[in-house]
């Protein structure tokens, strides 16, 4: 079976390769159909996201698509910016520019914790769906560290490391961080799904 990887975001691209490569499917992009989708990412939660970037990919390819919707979840901001990490600050910050903004509003506080979530739906052409989701908890650092990852790795602390999640090998992240929960529970969830479906065909 193929599947597309539904995602513009190079850094997810990365980590969902390394997570989904060593079940033998195929894995395919939306570069190699010549496809830029400007997906409007107007859901109210991580997973309606994740659905509609799934299903409107499988719809224009017509092959089984997976899609992540993701962000940091910041207790002293009330959860922010929560679904729209990418666009936090009104949109087009860098990466850099986004952690910093991060760190000065959290600034004057002491309450740190927060999370990484990710909700994986992988849309299939027949309407089905498989859906996943994986968290990760941490900190907001003082500063910025490290330069492995994207988005807010740097500011992301893990106290039981001692490092943030910038400052951890591709590994190291994938067996702890929010898409890797996911992509495991996913990568479960399909082998069920793909057995079934074998099982069926051969009745
Ligand atoms: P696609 O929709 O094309 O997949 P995107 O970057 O627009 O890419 P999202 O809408 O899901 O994806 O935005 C998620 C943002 O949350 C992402 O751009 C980062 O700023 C942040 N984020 C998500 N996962 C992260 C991770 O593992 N490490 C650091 N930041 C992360």
Redesign the pocket.
Known sequence: MTFLL????I???R?MRELLAPLGYELVLPADFGLVLD?E?TGET?EE??RL?AKIYCAAIGIPSI??????CVDALGGE?G?H????GGGGLS?GE?CELLLKNVESTEQRAAK?V?VIVCAFPDGGELVATGE?FGEIARERRGDG?????PV?YLPQLGKT??QLTPEE?NSI???GNALREFAAKLTEYTTMNDERNLK
């Open positions: 539904a995602t513009e975001n850094g997810k691209l980590e997906v990412e991580f996201n994740a970037k899609a992540d919707d993701s962000g940091l910016p679904v990490s990418k666009r936090y990466d986004l990484f990710s990760c990852g994207f988005g807010y790795d992301f999640m910038a992240k961080s929010h898409r």
